[in-house]
């Protein structure tokens, strides 16, 4: 899979691969970058109103007694509308969901509490992760942990095996996710300020309320039959969808003396190609190549944007077949200039012992 493009100026993907000149693509982009309140408001009601009500028929079937498996089942349907409310919640963190800066953190802070993630403190993160995204030298916040050839093979054994662990795919789509949900952001993350930290103690003050009324209604392992399915699946997906974004063969990665920011949009973030329901589900987010060339694109403008600009389609989509390579590359490799297995460097000699 190729992550090139054409030139803006002939604005056709046939013509010879270049780079196109980042003020003529932000220019270009612009247009799409202009949130609409009845846009957001149909989102809102086709996400967050069905969620509600699947919780609502959970607590029904749970309160009715009926069997468990049908809880579940109702389960997986609310997973899904809560990984895209997660895309609402990460576009109102980017000031692209709603016209208004008030609506975007007031609909980010409920969004939040539901997605069990703190609307500030999440945002500062992803905004140093959009400003260092294929920055070898600046890599560590918000972003997937990946070493080099170079600093796995010089490694201690202790970190080599700790880094092996964490790249395990049951590991790193199942375990973490559920860490990084439920115990991580119920804590500033580090380097958070005041405005940071009063939205991690909010979120948990909401988020204990909430269970504290579904315990003295429903009861705690009722709301626990509920509540931790929906969250596992929905972290998973989402650490799934983050990951491929960012991790696949020949994502751009560089050190930061000839790092450039238009080249790590458009060929160090995937274009996601999944089926129409997937797309819908996951808010467009699959056209990532287009969102970090211009964050503040609300996700209800990506597909439009990608239809009428050729520089965007010109990059080679990841699929679904595809995109299942990227559980197996684990290392980036500054010589290959692409991620590489654990296993195709396994004649290659440690520095440390």
Known sequence: MSQKFSSLEAMSPSTEQSQPNRKDLIQALSIYAQPDYRKALVQISNTFIPYVGLWALMIYTVVQGFSIWITLLISIAASAFLVRLFVLFHDCCHGAFLPWRLGNRLFGYIAGVLTFTPYEDWQRNHVIHHANSGDLDNRGIGDVWTLTVAEYLAAPRPKRFAYRIFRNPLVLFSITPLVLFVIVHRFPSSGAKKRENHSVMLTNVALATLILVMSLTVGFQ???????????????????LFYVQHQYEDVYWSRNDSWDLTRSGLEGSSYYQLPVVLQWIVGNIGLHHIHHVRANIPNYNLQRCFNEIPALQAVAPLTLRKSMQSLWLNLWDEDAQKLVSFKSIKAMPRVNK
């Not at 969250?231 to 997906?237: H, M, N, P, T, W």
């Open 222 to 240: 009722n709301y626990l039959l509920m509540q931790f399915p929906i969250i596992l699946l929905a972290a998973s997906i989402g650490t799934w």
